[in-house]
Each structure stands twice: as structure tokens, then as C-alpha cells.
């Protein structure tokens, strides 16, 4: 995963100049101050590591030196941009389940926030202020404007006001519990439309994919969009469970041959506080899906559990050391099992969490979701489970796209994708849907 930043003369006067040499890891986002003397980037310094810490650099044009501007800084900006002056620089930080546009004093390295909550992206400099795209769990992505100096945050567009005037759009109701190694663990539920406290709903547990990533107070793709599920007439909720971002290294690098771990227990933990604190769910009418890692998580729950009514995996994992033999990225599972599969001292690793060696458990019916030119995850992990809950004579149904790879790209699979999707949780809750799949 290293990636070096070279300086290149567009005039093709002189060799590529490396400015990142003697450091390891991924480089990325390199941004030049406005005077061009100044290169900002993020750094990454652990190698075959997508999900390692990003530090800010700074390198000197002129003089050739470069230095880290934050050391102590337990958080990943994802992008950078400098100030009008090159004093400060603004960086887009994943925090708490949000992304909030920081200030970075290049000198001190002190920073500040600028924003509070939802999800920043697209940062531009406009002036002494900063212009950007700003979401929340209830509000689509709009273009803002930001005061630097007062933090002031205002709307210039709403794109989807008239689009959305009559949709149902909840806010997220975020919580946290005392999950695994006694750590805190955050997560947010978002109600259906007419909600009644005194009335029994059933409860979608979304699980993000990555796993070294985590839900955010965003308006994002409606397959996994909360609200898409709220809006069905389902409870629906998020957990950033260990492994995931934005809540320090250390709680995302604990997943590391924790895969069924950690986790596992954080999701089993808040979904009994959820039924301890809030009687409105009903706890037979459970069900949970996810994609990636998500998807790998559904079967671990299916190879654990009989407390879910249905399940749903999409692109998921069933054999975690056939992932290594198959998948296009072999650093990733290396560095999260410990190397190989065929070594003997790190087998135990892979098959610590794997599904396939507890097949004999699978009771949960699932829909099963992939796409051919998957290659992260190659479909035989779908078609092997979906054999497996057949052959046991559970219910189980493959949804199998010949165009599509890791992600669903296209309109109509789109379509088919939430048809399927939604039948089969409603089915299996006996929810009545408030639209027709037909």
C-alpha cells in the first residue's frame, strides 16, 4: 500500500523529484499553498495498512525539509486545504461518527473545530471563508459556507426541498453503551414516520462494511440509509462498533484477528440495551443486514445466533481463508489475520471467526446479494452459504448480478436490489410495507 508524492515540472525540464523518500505507507491528498513554497499531504506510516493513521505533513519546496504538523492528534483527516495566508490548514476529520471541518495552526499544530456535527466534504477556500458540501442523517448534501472565524454555517442551495416535501426523513437519536473491553461504543436509531411509543416495531440493524470504516451523520446511499429503512416501518440502527474510525487508532486497530470478536459482542451488547431501554422494539421481529464486512458479519451472526428473523449479505464473506485464496487484495487479510493461511502458526487466525467451520449452526433464512466481477470477495462466498441453508432446507434466496462488482453501479440493479431487499425483511417481521414492491 506504499504511495510516494514526486514533484514533476510540468515542462519536462528535470526528473520526477521524490518528496516523500525514507517514509513508509501511503501518501495522498498533497495540496500546495497558495505562495507554491508549502506541500501539504497525509501520510499514513505503518505499511500494508489502508486504515493506519493519518498524519499531516508539511514539506518545505526551497528547502527540502518536511516534518508531521500534529503528533498527538488521535484522529485521520481525509482531506487538506490551506488558508488564504498559509498559516492554517483545514482539514475534513472523521470524529465521533461525524466528519467536521477542522482548523490546523501549521506553526503550533493546535486545531480547533469548526463545525459541530453531520458530515463535510468537497472543502474549497472562498475568500477569508471556506465553501463545502454539508449533510446530516436528515438532511441530503447541500453546498454552505462556512465562517471561519465565527463558525457560522450556512446554506447556499436546497437542491431536494421540493423533491423531499412530502417524504419522511427522521433525525438520528444517537446512544452509546459499555461494549467490549469495557470501552464505550456509539451508535443511533432512527424512528418511522407516526412513530408510537406505545405501539411494537420491528428493528433493521445496518452493519457498515470495511470494517476498519463507520457510519456517519450523513445523507448516504440509500441502500444502507437509515432513513430507507425508517421510512419501511422499521427501528433502524447504526452501531460504529470496534474496528471502526473516528473514534481513535487504537478502537479501530482492535479489530485485528478480532474480526468475530470484538464487534460481535459490541452488536449483541447494543442490541440488548436498545431492547432494555426502549420497549417500543419487538424483539421478535429482528433482522440484520450488511455489506463487505457487513456481509461477513450477517453470517458470523447467523453461525452465533437464532435471535434474528432474517438476514440479508451482501458481497459478505462465508470462508475466511478462502478470501485469501481468491481476493485481489492480499495485504488486507495478512495484516488483519497475521499472514498466511497455510502457515500453520497463523491458521488458527482465520479459522478462529470463521463461518464456514460453524455451517452446522446456520438456522437464520438470508438473501444472499453479489455481483460477478466481485473480486474483493468473489461470489462463491455468497453461493456457498446460499447452497449450505438450501441443502438444510432453510429459506434462502441468491441475488446474483452478472454486470456488478463489489458495489451495486447501476439504476435498475439499484431497483431490483431494494425490491429484494425489502420484501424479504417484511416477510420474515410480518411488516406491512407502506408501498407496493410490485
Known amino acids: 500500500t506504499s504511495v510516494d508524492i514526486y514533484l514533476v515540472p510540468i515542462d519536462g525540464s528535470s526528473e520526477p523529484r521524490l518528496l516523500t523518500k525514507g517514509i513508509e505507507g501511503t501518501s495522498s491528498a498533497p495540496v500546495f499553498s497558495a505562495d507554491g513554497q508549502w506541500l501539504a499531504w497525509l501520510?499514513?506510516?505503518?505499511?500494508?495498512?489502508?486504515?493506519?493513521?493519518?498524519?499531516?505533513?508539511?514539506?518545505?519546496?526551497?528547502?527540502?525539509?518536511?516534518?508531521?504538523?500534529v503528533q498527538d492528534w488521535d484522529r485521520s483527516p481525509q482531506a487538506l486545504v490551506w488558508s488564504q495566508d498559509g498559516t492554517d490548514l483545514y482539514a475534513v476529520v472523521s470524529?465521533?461518527?461525524?466528519?467536521?471541518?477542522?482548523?490546523?495552526?501549521?506553526?503550533?499544530?493546535?486545531?480547533?473545530?469548526?463545525?459541530?456535527?453531520?458530515?463535510?466534504?468537497?472543502?474549497?477556500l472562498l475568500g477569508k471563508d471556506l465553501v463545502l458540501l454539508h449533510s446530516d442523517t436528515n438532511q441530503p448534501a447541500n453546498i454552505h459556507r462556512l465562517n471561519v472565524g465565527s463558525g457560522d454555517l450556512h446554506a447556499l442551495t436546497a437542491v431536494n426541498q421540493k423533491a423531499l416535501q412530502d417524504v419522511y426523513i427522521g433525525d438520528a437519536e444517537d446512544f452509546w453503551f459499555t461494549g467490549a473491553r469495557g470501552d464505550r461504543v456509539h451508535g443511533w436509531l432512527v424512528k418511522p414516520p407516526n412513530f408510537d411509543s406505545s405501539q411494537?416495531?420491528?428493528?433493521?440493524?445496518?452493519?457498515?462494511?470495511?470494517?476498519?470504516?463507520?457510519?456517519?451523520?450523513?445523507?448516504?446511499?440509500?441502500q444502507w440509509n437509515p432513513n430507507m429503512y425508517a421510512s419501511a416501518g422499521f427501528i433502524a440502527v447504526q452501531i460504529n462498533f470496534h474496528g471502526s474510525s473516528s473514534y481513535g487508532q487504537n478502537f479501530t486497530d482492535s479489530i485485528r484477528q478480532q474480526w468475530g470478536g470484538y464487534p460481535y459482542e459490541d452488536l449483541m451488547k447494543g442490541l440488548?440495551?436498545?431492547?432494555?431501554e426502549h420497549k417500543y422494539i419487538d424483539q421478535n421481529r429482528l433482522v440484520a443486514l450488511g455489506a463487505s464486512y457487513g456481509g461477513y458479519m450477517v453470517n458470523w451472526i447467523n453461525a452465533q445466533t437464532s435471535r434474528f428473523r432474517a438476514l440479508v449479505s451482501h458481497d459478505g464473506m462465508f470462508s475466511v481463508p478462502g478470501f485469501w485464496y481468491s481476493t485481489e487484495e492480499l495485504w488486507f487479510p495478512e495484516h488483519d489475520f497475521g499472514g498466511v493461511p497455510y502457515d500453520p502458526l497463523v491458521r488458527p487466525h482465520y479459522e478462529q471467526f470463521n463461518p464456514e467451520r460453524f455451517a452446522a449452526n446456520f438456522t437464520t433464512p438470508t438473501l444472499f446479494i453479489?455481483?460477478?466481477?466481485?473480486?474483493?470477495?468473489?461470489?462463491?462466498?455468497?453461493?456457498?452459504?446460499?447452497?449450505?441453508?438450501?441443502?438444510?432446507?432453510?429459506?434462502?434466496?441468491?441475488?446474483?448480478?452478472?454486470?456488478?462488482?463489489?458495489?451495486?453501479?447501476?439504476?435498475?440493479?439499484?431497483?431490483?436490489?431494494?425490491?429484494?431487499?425489502f420484501r424479504w425483511i417484511s416477510k420474515f417481521t410480518n411488516t406491512t410495507l407502506p408501498y407496493s414492491l410490485d
Open 200 to 222: 411494537k416495531y420491528p428493528l433493521a440493524y445496518l452493519i457498515h462494511g470495511g470494517p476498519q470504516q463507520c457510519n456517519t451523520h450523513s445523507f448516504g446511499n440509500t
Open 272 to 276: 440488548d440495551f436498545l431492547l432494555d
Open 95 to 124: 470524529d465521533n461518527g461525524n466528519n467536521l471541518v477542522y482548523a490546523i495552526d501549521v506553526a503550533s499544530g493546535s486545531r480547533k473545530p469548526l463545525t459541530a456535527t453531520g458530515s463535510a466534504s468537497a472543502v474549497r
Open 370 to 421: 453479489h455481483g460477478a466481477n466481485d473480486f474483493r470477495l468473489t461470489a462463491d462466498q455468497s453461493l456457498a452459504p446460499f447452497t449450505l441453508l438450501r441443502r438444510k432446507g432453510i429459506p434462502a434466496r441468491l441475488l446474483f448480478f452478472p454486470d456488478e462488482n463489489h458495489w451495486t453501479t447501476h439504476t435498475a440493479n439499484s431497483i431490483r436490489w431494494h425490491t429484494e431487499v
Open 43 to 69: 501520510q499514513i506510516e505503518e505499511p500494508a495498512y489502508e486504515s493506519g493513521r493519518r498524519r499531516i505533513y508539511v514539506g518545505n519546496l526551497v528547502t527540502g525539509r518536511m516534518a508531521p504538523v
